[in-house]
Every structure is written in structure tokens, then in C-alpha cells.
């Protein structure tokens, strides 16, 4: 007797158990997690509301936390913080390398005049061949890591050839305004900031040497689990983007004072950026591999990666979306 009542315990011991696990996922799969940055689509979407209003017809809420940069935010997604956001080409790769199970969902349209290498107004520098033994400053793993190392190799130059400090913008821009350093590598909107506020000189940006796409990326459980949210997602960003194109302005007005920066130098930052997000095609694949070989061979990661491995490959109703 004794053993049947254990045994029948047990049972509704497991079957509460299940039942609770049910309920957890159930509520994961309730919240959409979204990581964004200080500046982008992402913010316009945010500030719409209109994914909210969609979303909440499946069910679906909305939860944003904002990051510093690209590196971060992935750290966000690696450890499961957030299950959706948006970075620069480069983080994705060191993410990866680092064992992060994400997915690559969509990207925008090139933006190489988003990001450049900046030097002091009245700096002697006039090339990035002069850059030779000169210390820079950037984010490590984000956008313009691959710029630098882009640029220092047209110019003749090896990534060795540079004293690198790594460091987030605000700190950035304070070690370029104090002369700490020779040359600050950045994206807007601290790059039109820099331009427009210390007249900072642009050395090289992103044209002909590196396209800057922006990538968003999912954690691969929340992507393979919830097709239809994503999809809703894309859509929901590439409405924002198209109508952001077409619309420099009323973005910059609505911009503006979440960044806390003169209209003119928002507009500057929104008229270089690419709209329109679309599902990864071969070529941005190819691109994107080219630049995960990069850093590996500069032993920047420690293994080799496979970019295809890691892309998402939406349902046939998701893929007919133009």
C-alpha cells in the first residue's frame, strides 16, 4: 500500500512538475524580448508601437532593453537576456566565436558613410598610411573593427602596424577629445556628432572597403520555436525603414530628442543610414564570411566559422514577403 501511495506521490509529484515547466514556457513564449541600441530602426519601431499592436493579436508582448553597443547586446543574447536584436557586422562574428547559439534574420542595406575613421581637426595625419605606429581608439568586436583593418590593409598597412585602446563611445570620444589618442574609429550618431561638434576630420570611412550592413539576429531556440513572430517582426521593421527613407525629416524630429543631439547632426546620422530590412541573400553570406575569415586569420577569433551555419531559414510564407 505503502508503495502504491509513493508511487501514485511521485506521479503527481512529475505531473506538477511538467505542468509548471509548461506554464514557464508557455509565459517565454508570451514575451518577445527585443535588445536595441541608442540609435536606429529599432528606436523608430519602439516609438511606433505599432509591433506591440500586432503582436498582441497572437498573444505576443513586447519587452525593449537598450544596450551601449553591438558586443554587448549579443552578450545579452548569448546569456539569453533577450531573444531579438540588432548590431553591426562584426559583433555577430565574435559572438559566434565565441559560442553563441544565434541566427542570422535579416539585414539592412549597405550604410559605408555611417561609419569612419575620425582624427582632431588640426591633426598632422592626412592618410590612413600615417596611421603607422599611431594609437586608435574603437569599440572591440563592433561595425568599425572591420573598418580599421579594411582600411589599414588598402593603405599598406597591417593591423599590427597600429597601437589599438579599446573602448565604448562615450569613453571614446572622451580619450579623442583629450588627445590621449590619434584616431577614433566610430558609427553615428557619435561620428556626426564628432564631425559637427569637434569638427572632426573624416581619414577613410566605409566606401569601397566595407559595406556596414546591420544585422539582426535571434537566439536560434526563439527563432526555430516562433516563425510567425519573427515574420511579424521583419515586416514590422522594414515598414519602419521604408517609411524612415522616405521621411528624413519626421525622423529626425522624433530621433532627435531621444538621442539627446542638435537636429542637424541627427539628420546627418539618419540620411547615411540603410533602410529596409530583407532576408539574407548569398551574397551578404559571402560578405559576412569574408569577414569572419578576416578576423581569424588576424587570430582576432580563436577558430574558423561557417556564416551558412548560422543563418535562419524562414518558412515558405515568411521567404514570398518582398
Known sequence: MRTVILRRGLVALFAAAVSFGAIVQAHAADTLRIGYQKYGTLVLLKAKGSLEKRLAEQGVQVQWTEFPGGPQLLEGLNVGSIDFGVTGETPPVF????????LYVAYEPPAPTSEAILVPKDSAIKSVAELKGKTVVLNKGSNVHYLLVRALEDAGLKYTDVKTVFLPPADARAAFERGSVDAWVIWDPYQAAAEKQLQARTLRDGTGIADNHQFYLATKPYAEQHPEVIRALVEEVRAVGEWSKANP??????????LGLPADITLTSVKRQGYGALFLTPEVVAAQQKIADTFYQLK?????????DVIWTPPAAVAKAP
Open 249 to 258: 525629416q519626421q525622423v529626425t524630429d522624433q530621433v532627435a530628442p531621444l
Open 95 to 102: 559572438a559566434q566565436a565565441a559560442g553563441a547559439d544565434l
Open 300 to 308: 582576432l577569433i580563436p577558430k574558423p566559422l561557417s556564416i551558412k
